[in-house]
Each structure stands twice: as structure tokens, then as C-alpha cells.
């Protein structure tokens, strides 16, 4: 984050690989600005790590707490009774918030109170919870633990003595989503930290005449991913889709917007009454976000998972000879690496990618965040001065990589966040180069772009596509009139907010989908 002329502003990632520029006023004197689109989940604290919906706690420096004592007279005997005494204390905060009543705020400690104003964090709870409907109940299920400690029961001692920190969390629930507020307390007691993201509710698998649904377990013993695997009934060993998810932390149907639009689960069912099997899980830090750390790759958040759902698939009735991948912006442009790297992959398929790095990307959708922003000539020069001096780092790094010095880079440098990545991401990133990949490829490729796209554009990226794999007979190209990023009729207005009204993925992109599948 850079700070200038008063105001704070973050360069950040949203989900769908979209980016955003947002400016707030820091001080209580002006308004802040609150035209946030609408799918941002607001970030309430500092150095926001790889993903929209993983944040730092915003710890301070030092723990403040004298010996044996928690702030308001917090009494404690056991960890049990911490843990409950900041889990109520949380939910009474909820409560509040909900009635409109922030004093959540007087309880922030020193560093948070320098950091976000009460007008601020009403600024940004409007922005969480607008377009969700209405409460739809007062009872809140809630969560603790120690940041650094597995403490509980009749452990006796105080904050300072299971780790410094309690983290708690709470579910508010709303008509299309549940929103959670994350509270961290340190070892005064004070709010050292607040987050808000969402939550969707649990579905039931579906059962259908023409597919059957099953919930199943992915990657890791201790940390399994929740999928779907959906089978369509009467065909022995179908071909399979394998889904990968475009950026940031996103649930197995790829649900976005406020009104929850699930292009994962409405493709997977349309193909699986065409015959088609698929296979789509919550990525890793949508489902466990607690694991995140400062030093996530592109492995940890997609490719571990990825290999491990291709394990799980060649243990199922499928045909193993027909393995696809099918891969949604982000997902699209590791599509070709993928393939490349699992042999047992028969096929690949681009959903809005691109054969350019996701900085680029990141670089043109700030670019055209600053130009619709309405700023002053001063505020956006000011804001294109640090996107290029944070853009040029990231170039650096990737070229420092790709010339085979990644093993020189020190700590310092890979962990500076750069456009809210840490430096690790962005160097596990430039380690891929998807476009010689996708060159090298002799399976089939399909390749499928909405013109409406606002995030991934159809005349650089798709274009990039046509020039770079130009000639080669494996690959197929579509291009589909009026579609946006999610593959869903646009209504024109290019922004986020298009993805907030009811819609499903077009039929014309399944039907291309399933032709092309059977043609192979």
C-alpha cells in the first residue's frame, strides 16, 4: 500500500483476476469514496497477501498486555475461557453492526485507530453487505483460537502465554451469502485486527434423471478439498472435465456476485446431459483460509490441488484415456502447463485466458480501474507513478527468474507485496511460461473468448492466442458475441457489477464445448 496526498490507496486483486484500484480517504475530515464495485470483498488491514479473500491480521508491532491482564476486566482462568470470552465478544460486535452501531471501533487498538477511521469501516461494511438482501437471522454461529498455540480446555495461563493473539470469527447470514467478520484481539484484549469476506451456504449434490452428483474429497489427508463429481447416468466411463478455477478464493462452482452466479456448476451440469463427467472442488484457501501465509505460490494455491484431482479421477469409471482440463481465466493461461506437466491430460480448454503473464493483465485492468475512477489530473498521475514503479518491480523479478537467478533473489525482495502479491507468487508465476507450452502441445486444444469481456480482452488476449498458436491444426478457436468474463449474456455495462444480476452460462458455449469434445 502507498500513501499520498492524504488518501490510502490500494492496488489489489480481486476474484476472477480481475484487479481494482481503490482510493479512501483517510481522514475524518473527508468522505471516503465508497463507488467500490460490488463483487470487492473490502480489506480491512495492511499488506494484503495473494488472494482477495486471505488477509494479514494487522498485528501491532508489540503485545501491550501487562502481566495478567486482559482489557475490560476480561476474566480468565483456562484457554477455554479466553477462547469464549472473545467468541461472545465478537458476536456482540456482529450484533451491533447490524444496528448500525460501529463502536467496534473505540476498541481498535492504537495501530488499527491510526489505520481506518469508524467512517471508514462503515464505508466498507455498506460495501460487504450491499446486494446481499436482508438478514435472514439473529443467531450467528462463531469461532476461535490462539494465532500461534493449539491451547484449550483447562490449560491455564493468559493471551500472552498461548501466542499473543486471539483469533475469532463470526457468520453473519444473509439471503444470498454469509457474511464473516474476522476479529483479531491482541494480548490486551484490543482489536488488532478486522476482516470482512463471504461465505456461501452449504448444497445439497444434485440427483437428476440425466446425472447424478457425489460428493467427494480432494488432495491432502489432513486439509481435503470439498467436490463434486458428477456423473451422468447410463453412460459407462464418460469423458470427464477437470475445472480450474480463474484467481482468487473461490468455491467448487466458481459462485460470484451478489445474486451467485455458479459458472462451474452450470457448465458441468448442462455437459453432464450431454454425457459428460466433471470434477470441480473449492480451491485451497477458499475452504482453509487459516493455511495461507506470506509466502503462497502458484503451486500451494492451484497446481498441488490440480495434480492431486487428476490422481483422484484416474481412481474413477471414467474413461482415463479422455481427460480434460478446462480452465477459467487464471485457469485458462495454466491450462497449457498443466497439460504439459500430466501426461494423463488429453485435452485442454481456455475459458477467457490468455497466453501473456497475469501481471500484464494486472497492469491493463489497473490502468483501466484509474481511468474509470473519476480522479483529479494530479490523483492520477500519482496513482500511474506507483503502478508503474510496482509494475516494473514485478518485471524485474520475472526476468531475474527467467534468466535462471530465482535462487539469487533474497527474502526482502520476494516478500514485497507487489499490486497486494507478495513477490514469492509473482516468482512462482514467471517460473510458468504457458505460451511455449501451448505452443509445444500436440493434444487438442480449444480456445473460447466472450467479446464482452472486460477483464481478459478478446483483441489482446484472445488475439495473442490466434498469433501464437497460428497454423497448428490441434487447436480450435470461438469467439462468442456479447458474452462476458463468466461466459453469461453482458448487459453493457463492463464492470463487476453485470456479475450481481441473475444469469447462467450461454448455451452456445456448452454446445461448443460438448461438439468439440465428441469430435475428438
Known amino acids: ?58 498485528l501491532p508491532d508489540e503485545n501491550v498486555q501487562n502481566e495478567g491482564e486482559i482489557s475490560n476486566s476480561a476474566p480468565y482462568k483456562t484457554a477455554a475461557e479466553i477462547l469464549d470470552y472473545f467468541q461472545e465478544k465478537t458476536l456482540a460486535y456482529a450484533g451491533e453492526m447490524l444496528e448500525g452501531d460501529f463502536s467496534i471501533c473505540d476498541e481498535f487498538s492504537g495501530q488499527m485507530k491510526e489505520e481506518l477511521s469508524e467512517r471508514e469501516m462503515k464505508a466498507a461494511w455498506k460495501q460487504a453487505v450491499q446486494g446481499l438482501g ?29 501466542g499473543g493473539y486471539v483469533i475469532t470469527s463470526a457468520q453473519i447470514p444473509y439471503e444470498t451469502k454469509i457474511v464473516i467478520l474476522s476479529v483479531t484481539y491482541d494480548s490486551a484484549g484490543a482489536v488488532a485486527g478486522i476482516y470482512l469476506t463471504y461465505m456461501l451456504p452449504e448444497t445439497a449434490p444434485e440427483e437428476t ?36 478455477h480463474g484467481s482468487g478464493q473461490s468455491d467448487k462452482n466458481e459462485t460470484i456476485g451478489a445474486a451467485g452466479n455458479t459458472p462451474f456448476a452450470d457448465i458441468a451440469r448442462a455437459l453432464a446431459k450431454k454425457g459428460i463427467a466433471s470434477l470441480r472442488y473449492n480451491k485451497r484457501y477458499y475452504q482453509y ?7 503462497i505460490t502458484i503451486q500451494d494455491e492451484v497446481l498441488d490441488d490440480v495434480s492431486a484431482a487428476i490422481q483422484f479421477l484416474e481412481g474413477q469409471k471414467i474413461d482415463k484415456d479422455q481427460i480434460y482440463v478446462l480452465g477459467h481465466s487464471l485457469g485458462g493461461m495454466l491450462a497449457p502447463y498443466i497439460a504439459e506437466k500430466n501426461p494423463k491430460v488429453s485435452g485442454m ?8 503473464g497475469l501481471w500484464e493483465i494486472v497492469y491493463d485492468q489497473n490502468i483501466a480501474a484509474i481511468e474509470m475512477a473519476e480522479l483529479s489530473e494530479n490523483e492520477e498521475q500519482n496513482l500511474r507513478q506507483m503502478l508503474q514503479e510496482e509494475y516494473e518491480k514485478v518485471l524485474s523479478l520475472v526476468a531475474d527468474v527467467r534468466a535462471g ?28 511460461d504457458s505460451a511455449k507450452a501451448a505452443k509445444n502441445l500436440e493434444i487438442p486444444i480449444l480456445i473460447l473468448q466472450g467479446d464482452a469481456d472486460f477483464q481478459v480482452y478478446p483483441d489482446r488476449d484472445y488475439a495473442a492466442w490466434q498469433v501464437l498458436l497460428e497454423g497448428k491444426s490441434n487447436v480450435t478457436f470461438q469467439l462468442f458475441e456479447g458474452l462476458n468474463h463468466l461466459f453469461m449474456l453482458s448487459d453493457g455495462t463492463m464492470n463487476v457489477t453485470e456479475y450481481d444480476t441473475k444469469a447462467q452460462v450461454a448455451p452456445e458455449v456448452i454446445d461448443a464445448i460438448a461438439a468439440w469434445m465428441e469430435g475428438q
Open 209 to 244: 434423471e440425466d446425472y447424478t452428483e457425489y460428493e467427494v474429497n480432494i488432495g491432502e489427508k489432513d486439509y481435503p478439498l470439498s467436490g463434486l463429481l458428477t456423473l451422468p447416468n447410463k453412460v459407462e466411463n464418460p469423458p470427464v472435465i477437470l475445472f480450474v
Open 289 to 295: 483460509p487459516e493455511l495461507a501465509a506470506d509466502n
Open 1 to 58: 500500500m502507498a500513501h499520498d496526498d492524504g488518501k490510502r490507496i490500494n492496488v489489489k486483486i480481486l476474484g476472477v483476476g480481475m484487479a481494482f484500484v481503490v482510493v479512501t480517504a483517510c481522514g475524518e475530515d473527508r468522505e471516503p469514496k465508497e463507488e467500490l464495485p460490488t463483487g470487492y470483498i473490502p480489506q480491512i488491514s495492511e499488506n494484503p497477501k495473494p488472494t482477495d479473500s486471505i488477509a494479514d491480521l494487522d
Open 405 to 432: 537467478a530465482a535462487d539469487t533473489l533474497n527474502k526482502e525482495r520476494l516478500s514485497e507485496a507487489l499490486f497486494g502479491v507478495s513477490g514469492y507468487y509473482w516468482a512462482s508465476l514467471a517460473e510458468i
Open 134 to 162: 436482508k438478514p435472514v437471522s439473529t443467531e450467528m454461529l462463531a469461532e476461535s483460537s490462539f494465532l500461534n498455540s493449539s491451547a484449550s480446555g483447562d490449560t491455564q495461563g493468559s493471551i500472552e502465554d498461548f
Open 349 to 356: 480448454i481456455s475459458l477467457a485466458g490468455s497466453p501473456r
